[in-house]
């Protein structure tokens, strides 16, 4: 275990068996996030090379006043819930870079049964991914749009993409973790063994433990992937045909459902040039309906093919044919797999291009339910947003049965909820970030002034009152009950600012 950075009150915690201490006074990256709106430096950045040193770390702070642990994963949280004030931050990718080997194949998918990755809680999805089908070709079932989180981030928050609808969310598709808790025990949980632990920490802010391996199950990884969007100009149209794909019966249904929100004109980031596929046919506005408002509407939709299957050009077209869009404005075209799950690479090289993926990034990111959704769109996306924010309007549809009840993760109620993530990127030239981050806090007032069903995805909240209100009466209860017993001094996930240090 290395200490990257180190002040006099580390110092004083460092942790038994932390061997040669490394001091580096330079510039402290987990002093922030990708959100870059929240400044909070460390104490220290331990560089954990195992289990057993996140579990050195975590008993180091127990017995110094006021200390406090955070794991972090790729710091790409947007509101500061992977920093430690003056505390310890866990850099849980030196775990994953110094584990040898570092993603282990547990089962024989020769034999036909389960298989299942063994990675380390730092590890990017991305490196799943590749390794995964490089070595075995497998793969995970569920993922996010961009893959370079961590296992352990976003297992810790939920982890939602186009997949969610079918396969469940990344916390549906965990079979086994090994957790160090607050008391700086390490344990191996499961379904069925410490089950009331293994699923606090799935969607648990960080707070019951630090994810140092997962088990996640694995299938055959498809070769291509057939990728469709089709334009609306009705929210109520979009919205009935997205519900209606992601209810069909497996046998049916796509592989992916997602859809976002683009703004009714040229303008390059927020407008029609936003749509096509990259290498696929131009947007021609012409052919949109004479009535058509200041927000379109993009439906993204995706098959994958394996590799003894039949072209799947035939099949997307057969299952789009009912579906309401505008016609002719409909986009497509074969990528392969791995390429398809790392599209948002693209986007990142562009942002770092032109230097927005450095600057702030005021995101917020809703679960609305199904019986809101229209209202929310009035409200917000025509409303207060038709002009687009800089970056992508993603609404798209899910549901809770992929959802384990028994999960840390608040949802709306009902079967059907909409992701709405307005993820803005901050050219220079555009509105104060200060604006914009006023803006998501105006519509939270008016999702709850509405009584829109609805719960934040990344959580920011400050003081117990508002965490109350998030969970809802019986899930704090558990929340708190689940705290006290895995992490009474609460030392863990600071930056999350739900509990206070014990004294
Ligand atoms: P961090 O931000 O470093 O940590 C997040 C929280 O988890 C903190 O509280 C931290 O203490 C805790 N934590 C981190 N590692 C561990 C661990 N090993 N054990 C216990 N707790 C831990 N999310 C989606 O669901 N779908 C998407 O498609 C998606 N796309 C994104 C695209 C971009 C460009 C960005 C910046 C974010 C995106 N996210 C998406 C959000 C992402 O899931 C969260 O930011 C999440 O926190 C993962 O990021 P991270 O691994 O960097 O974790």
Redesign the pocket.
Known sequence: MMLAYMDRAAAAAEPEDAGEPAAEAAGCAAAT??GGLVSAMPAAVVRPASAEDVASAIRAAARTAGLTV?????????AG??TAEGGLVLD?RALALSRRPQMQLVGCPVAGGPCFADVP??ALWEEVLHWGVKSHGLAPASW???LR??V???L??????GQSFRYGPQVSNVAELEVVTGDGECRVCSPSSHPDLFFA?LGG??QF????RARIPLRRAPAQVRWARAVYASFAEYAADAEWLVTRAPDAAFDYVEGFAFVNSDDPVNGWPSVPIPGGARFDPALLPAGAGPVLYCLEVALYRYPDDEDKAAAVSRMMAPLKHVRGLEFAADVGYVDFLSR?NRV?EEARRNGSWDAP?PWLNLFVSVRDIADFDRAVIKGMLADGIDGPMLVYPMLKSKWDPNTSVALPEGEIFYLVALLRFCRGGGPAVGELVAQNGEILRECRANGYDHKA??PSYRGEAEWARHFGAARWRRFVERKARYDPLAIL?P??KIFPRAP
């Open positions: 996030d990708f955070a794991a972090r994963g790729n710091g790409h949280s947007v819930q992977a849980m809680g730092g996010t749009d961009y989180l961590t352990g981030g976003t810790s928050n939920g982890g939602v993409s920490v802010l960080g433990g630090v994810i140092t948002v990142e990034h995805y990344f996930a930056g999350q």
